[in-house]
């Protein structure tokens, strides 16, 4: 199972917003829509920020929002804020109880 | 509060084995479906292996037939047993809980990981 494909980096200034983009196949993004994402600071526990697509756990920011088309799913956080810098992962089911990571994204607030 | 805490990495040689645990606390890992995650130096997030709440078991193509997902409920604590273990097994690994209510969706609470490095 190969990983999705996330943009290595991006960036913004703070109060802009940012997208993440994740590209699979149609036989975990585009097949299933159990995706979600992780906020992921060095040394400490990942943080889940979105699943089945477009859901936010309690406590997550409005800030941040899912979508999907397609093979291609996509974060984007609103009014960027300094603590929001991290390292971003998508993670798709992909068939036959298996799961699949993004290569992950990290995010640079300027 | 939901916390996993995991342990039991370590430097191990290469074919050898080592048992990793995550302790539960805030709710009962045989009510959750569980997984274990790990992430090489330098690399993104990889999925291992998955537990449901009834038993069934899951691995990656990268550890079938080496390692062994487990769980103790009167410890409230989730294993990954390693056998044979190589260095592309080096990694930290993460115990996680599956989204309450789902099946499928996710992983909504992590541990803090377990430093597992096999060399000699």
């Known amino acids: 199972q190969s990983a999705l494909t996330q943009p290595r980096s991006v960036s913004g200034s703070p109060g802009q917003s940012v997208t993440i983009s994740c590209t699979g196949t149609s036989s975990d993004v585009g097949g299933y829509n159990y995706l979600s994402w992780y906020q992921h600071h060095p040394g400490k526990a990942p943080k889940l920020m979105i699943y089945?697509?477009?859901k936010r756990p309690s406590g997550v920011p409005d800030r941040f929002s899912g979508s999907k088309s397609g093979n291609t799913a996509s974060l984007t956080i609103s009014g960027l804020q300094a603590e929001d810098e991290a390292d971003y992962y998508c993670c798709s089911y992909a068939g036959s109880y298996t799961w699949v990571f993004g290569g992950g994204t990290k995010l640079t607030v300027l | 509060e939901v916390q996993l805490v995991e342990s039991g990495g370590g430097l191990i040689q290469p074919g050898g084995s080592l048992r990793l645990s995550c302790a539960a606390s805030g709710f009962n890992v045989s009510s959750n479906y569980m997984t274990w995650v790990r992430q090489a130096p330098g690399k993104g997030l990889e999925w291992v292996s998955l537990?449901?709440?009834?038993?069934?078991?899951y691995y990656a193509d990268s550890v079938k037939g080496r390692f062994t997902i487990s769980r103790d409920n009167s410890k409230n604590t989730l294993y990954l047993q390693m056998n044979s273990l190589r260095a592309e097994d080096t990694a930290v690994y993460y115990c996680?809980?599956?989204?309450?209510?789902?099946?499928?969706?996710?992983?909504?609470?992590w541990g803090q990981g377990t430093l597992v490095t096999v060399s000699s």
């Open positions: 537990i449901y709440s009834g038993g069934t078991t």
């Open positions: 089945d697509v477009t």
């Open positions: 996680a809980r599956g989204i309450v209510g789902t099946s499928k969706g996710g992983f909504d609470y």
